[in-house]
């Protein structure tokens, strides 16, 4: 049976009703890592453990949402951009847990800063107002083949998990978000950085199990494009080895009776 990848859901309404949703475009990029998306609904802190029990992996996806800026210590800096609680409220608990026990994790855009904060690390609310830093957002009365073109490059970090898989020093990205990097939490490792400073990649070595954050969308026609496939290929490998061991939690040190 192939892997089971957990895929993180948003919340939205549409009329009058509530939708737990994720975008296609995720759950075709965890089929052509070669596993099986599940799409996950939000869970109770106390039920992650039995829902990752059930998973190989996880993806966690980009949103037209932010993450509330309270898990950071600053108040909303623009109230008319759209937020997620409900989905800040189960990710974060399950970005520490997944990465405890050594489940694949592969984080994209909201993803990448959902985990950052849910570390101990901050976020520019609005990159674009950073001295020094540039406008990372897309022209949004573009069309989407527009708005997900290529953008800038990102420079590779030497030695690291991204210059590894993918073999590159540089490579083009799309660039869609209006949130950013601001302090990495501690122990985080920079794997890539746009032209301007801002952290692009980024990885936690002391993390047991495979995980690679991107603030990019390598799922965006991601078959036609090599670095995506060479990411998830990478990620689709990690997800195979961990279903053929021991299942669950890492062993833990045994405590004296």
């Known amino acids: 049976m192939a892997p089971i990848v957990l895929v993180s859901s948003c919340n939205r309404t549409l009329g009058e009703h509530p ?33 990752l029990d059930a998973a190989h992996g996880v993806l966690l996806t980009g949103s037209p949402s932010n993450v509330h800026p ?20 189960w990710t974060l608990p399950l970005i520490r847990l997944a990465l ?45 083949a527009v708005q997900y073109g290529p953008a800038h490059p990102v420079d590779v970090v030497p030695g690291g998990l991204l210059a590894g898989i993918t073999g590159r020093a540089s490579f083009e990205v799309n660039s869609v978000h209006g949130q950013g990097i ?11 950085v746009a032209p ?33 496939m060479a990411l998830l290929r990478a990620f689709g490998e990690a997800v195979r080895q961990y279903r053929d061991r021991v299942r669950g939690p890492l062993p833990q040190a045994s405590t004296p009776a």
């Open 182 to 192: 601001k302090q990495l939490a501690e122990g985080l490792r920079v794997e890539a």
């Open 19 to 51: 939708f737990h949703i994720a975008g296609r475009k995720y759950v075709d990029a965890v089929r052509l890592a070669g596993a099986m998306p599940l799409i996950a609904p939000p869970f109770a802190e106390h039920e992650l453990p039995a829902l």
């Open 196 to 228: 301007d400073g801002l952290v692009e990649a980024f990885s936690i070595p002391e993390a047991p199990g495979f995980n690679l954050c991107l603030q990019w969308h390598p799922e965006w026609q991601a078959a036609g494009n090599p670095v995506s």
């Open 70 to 89: 309270s898990h950071f210590g600053e108040a909303v800096h623009d109230p008319s951009l759209p937020l997620d609680p409900e989905r800040d409220a």
């Open 100 to 144: 405890a026990r050594g489940l694949p994790l592969l984080a994209i855009c909201r993803g990448t800063q959902e985990t950052n904060v849910a570390l101990g690390g901050t976020l520019h609310q609005a990159v674009q107002e950073q001295p020094g830093l540039n406008d990372h957002r897309a022209d949004g009365s573009q069309p989407a």
